[in-house]
């Protein structure tokens, strides 16, 4: 069971920057997917950002240009690089990894960021 864990969350003025990171309890050169996803007070929670264990990367419409995941697999750790804030992204952000086949999802416990304006 991969546990993963985010932080670097917290309150950031609009058109400032964040850092976020997920720590896995194991190496996540075997999980085939790592993203970040949001959740916004009543709203659905939404693709923010995946990275494959390739270094494929696909970002959310709203998050593109602004937002850069990376990972480094030596610190089993992924990143999430946010910049050019604005309040709409205010939300809990997740990190997720998917691995093997059938795919088995793994989800932190997640961050909180606010954006104010």
Same mark, same amino acid.
């Given at each position: 069971?991969?546990?993963?864990?985010?932080?670097? +969350?917290?309150?950031? $003025? /609009?058109? =400032?920057?964040? %850092?976020?990171?997920? &720590?896995?309890?194991?190496?996540?050169?075997?999980? @085939?997917?790592? +993203?970040?996803?949001? $959740? /916004?007070? =009543?709203?659905? %929670?939404?693709?923010? &950002?995946?990275?494959?264990?390739?270094?494929?990367? @696909?970002?959310?419409?709203?998050?593109?240009?602004?937002?850069?995941?990376? %990972?480094?697999?030596?610190?089993?750790?992924?990143?999430?690089?946010?910049?050019?804030?604005?309040?709409?992204?205010?939300?809990?952000?997740?990190?997720?990894?998917?691995?093997?086949?059938?795919?088995?999802?793994?989800?932190?416990?997640?961050?909180?960021?606010?954006?104010?304006?």
């Amino acid at each position: 069971q991969v546990q993963l864990v985010e932080s670097g +969350g917290g309150l950031a $003025q /609009a058109g =400032g920057s964040l %850092r976020l990171s997920c &720590a896995a309890s194991e190496s996540i050169s075997s999980i @085939n997917i790592m +993203g970040w996803y949001r $959740q /916004a007070p =009543g709203k659905r %929670r939404e693709l923010v &950002a995946i990275i494959t264990n390739d270094g494929r990367t @696909n970002y959310g419409d709203s998050v593109k240009g602004r937002f850069t995941i990376s %990972r480094d697999n030596a610190k089993n750790t992924v990143y999430l690089q946010m910049n050019s804030l604005k309040p709409a992204d205010t939300a809990v952000y997740y990190c997720k990894g998917t691995r093997g086949w059938p795919p088995y999802d793994y989800w932190g416990q997640g961050t909180q960021v606010t954006v104010s304006s």
